[in-house]
């Protein structure tokens, strides 16, 4: 008890108030029965869990000892809940009902509860496979009004028909699909605990049985039916002007399932209790669909955005399209003068409504299409080369706000410098939240007027001059950048030779960062440069064709290659030349030589990109 109520409070000192809050003691017969009428419910963002049937037999045996069950959570409504609320499992007749509470924490206690004790039908569970199962649960009256310690082995449940067997199916172990048989057994069938008129059968019957019976059903009425029918669940209430943004905290620390709410799911259940909705359109609004249909128009059209294959939030996620509908709605209160600053923290998301989500969800997504274009003219055209993609939301969410203004002389120039000053800079490794909020400030200045501030972004960028030597795989942004850059300046493949590479054929000719001297060969023939053998330096974008040529020492396989482009040597040295390599030094196998020169190049190639001379250890010659 003092546990969960230590949570709570953490979560009210971490609002600045202390909400006020109710702990009842509620009896469980009431508890369910708001169940079943759909006064207590769900908020839609609760996600589905099914306990086992081991665990509910144990949560049973557990109400029929009285013992604590723990403290349950749930939100009052005021009679217009914030979130669009939905039944408990087994209550669905209930749909359509305005709660007045919504369980926050609890929903498989009392799932199962409701299931068990109440609900006239088989309980909806799983084996320990986790393969389903419909059980009814009854309790074994000799063994329950024996010791206390026996009680676990005193609840059974069997198959939806009532009788238990064993030996592959061959053998009637237990038969309880009559109420004679019941009777007969002396097992008690659980599901009628609450139901007085049911009870009072039951025991006619079981006295029927045998007279005998009515000592035995005295001492189980007083040691185990009044420990159900009269146990109480420990509610604290958290009163209807709790914030989404606290209803969502509390909701992650306390709930036993330990999943983390995500805002997305939290803003379908409150747009689809949106009531002014329900009322203009007849229905609740369904933010999920939407966005399926606005990733699938972005994925269609741009790759970079995800494959609709592997999942809605593959890629370019929900969480990154509603912080950039969050920065542009900020942009524009600021602008109204009724906030300080833009935002998109999770209290902005939570606090973005459905009228402002609808009106600017088609700008923001005709903004990212945009957004498309621009990483499609860098040659970033698959999301497994996409450098950083939350650098994609302020781009996108100044987009939005600027639209063709961004389309003026020199802004596409401003805008791309910005671009590859964070890639190559690696300025979204971090926190990005409050970089978001200054690149839409500071890009959107920059852009209006050359001469505002240049973006911290751009500013801050540095790129050492050694960092060549650690960019190794792809997890570094860095290093997607500069393979993107090579594409962009016009290297030719080394194979498909009559045109330099583009966005189109990175994707025909499945082109990768391909080693230009193999790995082997430099543990072989230079041990000393084995550390760079992985570098970006000694890396370029080929096809796999053209990769199948390179195996030992360049001065050998270029030869292959020459001969298969079908060019003079001269001619084939201009398109190794393409991918700023020294051809001489490829032709001697020069390691070395190789990729000193290549550094210079490749180091050019980022100044360039990032419209600067940034930070370099040794800038002598240069």
């Not at 676990?152 to 064993?166: G, N």
């Not at 029918?229 to 509610?235: D, G, H, K, N, T």
């Not at 084995?530 to 360049?554: C, Q, W």
Request: aromatic share 10%; net charge negative.
């Amino acid at each position: 008890m003092a546990t969960w109520c230590n949570r709570l409070f953490t979560v009210q000192l971490q609002y600045g108030r202390r909400p006020s809050v109710a702990l009842d003691g509620l009896n469980l017969g009431n508890v369910l029965k708001d169940v079943a009428s759909g006064d207590l419910q769900l908020p839609d963002f609760q996600r589905e869990w099914v306990w086992d049937d081991e665990r509910i037999r144990a949560l049973v045996a557990t109400v029929t000892l009285d013992y604590p069950l723990g403290v349950v959570m749930a939100l009052q409504t005021g009679g217009a809940p914030k979130f669009k609320p939905r039944t408990l499992s087994g209550a669905e007749s209930a749909e359509g009902t305005v709660p007045e509470l919504l369980l926050l924490d609890g929903q498989q206690r009392m799932t199962s509860l409701f299931q068990a004790l109440y609900r006239d039908a088989p309980v909806e569970t799983v084996d320990g496979r986790d393969k389903p199962l419909k059980r009814w649960y009854y309790i074994d009256i000799a063994k329950a009004i024996g010791a206390p310690a026996d009680r676990d082995d005193a609840i059974v449940s069997v198959p939806e028909d009532r009788i238990l067997r064993a030996d592959f199916a061959r053998r009637v172990v237990l038969d309880l699909s009559t109420t004679e048989q019941e009777c007969a057994a002396g097992f008690f069938p659980l599901h009628i605990a609450f139901d007085p008129y049911r009870v009072n059968q039951w025991l006619q019957e079981f006295v029927k049985a045998d007279p005998a019976n009515w000592g035995v059903w005295s001492e189980f009425q007083q040691h185990v039916l009044n420990h159900v029918q009269q146990f109480q669940v420990p509610m604290i209430k958290l009163p209807a002007s709790t914030t989404m943004d606290a209803v969502c905290a509390v909701f992650e620390r306390v709930n036993t399932g330990g999943v983390s709410l995500n805002v997305f799911e939290l803003l379908t259940a409150t747009y689809a209790g949106n009531q002014e909705h329900m009322a203009e359109y007849g229905d609740y609004y369904r933010l999920p669909v939407e966005w399926e249909q606005i990733k699938k128009d972005l994925t269609a059209s741009y790759p970079v955005f995800g494959r609709m294959e592997a999942g809605v939030e593959d890629g370019l996620s929900s969480s990154d399209f509603l912080q950039a509908v969050a920065l542009v709605r900020t942009w524009e209160e600021k602008e109204a003068r009724l906030r300080s600053s833009v935002s998109c923290k999770r209290r902005d998301l939570l606090g973005l409504p459905l009228a402002d989500f609808r009106r600017l969800a088609p700008r923001v997504a005709e903004a990212f299409k945009w957004v498309g274009a621009f990483l499609e003219q860098q040659c970033i055209v698959r999301g497994a080369d996409l450098p950083y993609r939350t650098q994609l939301v302020p781009l996108a969410a100044v987009r939005a706000i600027l639209g063709e203004a961004m389309d003026t002389p020199g802004a596409d120039e401003r805008i791309a410098q910005w671009y590859w000053c964070g890639v190559l800079g690696e300025m979204y490794g971090g926190s990005t939240e409050s970089r978001f909020t200054r690149d839409v400030e500071q890009l959107i200045g920059w852009i209006v007027d050359p001469g505002e501030t240049t973006p911290d972004t751009v500013t801050e960028a540095v790129f050492l001059d050694d960092r060549l030597d650690s960019l190794t795989t792809r997890n570094s942004a860095a290093y997607k950048g500069i393979y993107a850059l090579l594409v962009k300046q016009g290297a030719v493949d080394w194979y498909f030779t009559e045109a330099p590479l583009t966005a189109g054929r990175l994707i025909e000719h499945n082109v990768d960062v391909r080693q230009i001297f193999p790995k082997g060969w430099i543990a072989k023939n230079a041990p000393s440069s084995a550390a760079r053998a992985n570098s970006i330096v000694n890396k370029t974008p080929l096809s796999y064709r053209a990769s199948r040529s390179l195996v030992g020492s360049p001065a050998v396989y270029l030869k292959s290659l020459t001969l298969e482009s079908g060019m003079r040597p001269e001619w084939f040295d201009d398109v190794l030349a393409t991918h700023l390599v020294d051809p001489a030094a490829l032709h001697e196998a020069d390691f070395e030589r190789f990729y000193e020169n290549r550094a210079r190049q490749l180091l050019d190639l980022v100044k360039t990109a990032m419209g600067k001379r940034t930070v370099f250890r040794d800038t002598a010659g240069w």
